[in-house]
């Protein structure tokens, strides 16, 4: 799991929070996260939300068969 803690945007803050959310090691510590999510969201168009998830689902997709950041590289 690699962590950006280059937070600028909501936008980016969202996408953070979304993808610990997913992988974060507890549900405790997932529903956190939701929390975050969800303050990070206001403010943001439903259209960009969902922009955001389907970032973070296809992130959390291509780390599960074996790719990352460096591979890209």
Do not use: H
Request: hydrophobic share 35%.
């Amino acid at each position: 799991m690699q962590i950006n803690l280059n937070i600028k945007t909501p936008y980016d803050g969202l996408f953070q929070a979304l993808y610990l959310a997913i992988t974060a090691p507890t549900e405790e510590k997932s529903k956190e996260c939701i929390e975050m999510a969800k303050g990070l969201s206001v403010g943001l168009s439903c259209n960009k939300i969902e922009e955001i998830k389907e970032k973070v689902a296809l992130k959390v997709d291509l780390e599960n068969a074996g790719w990352s950041q460096r591979d890209g590289k």
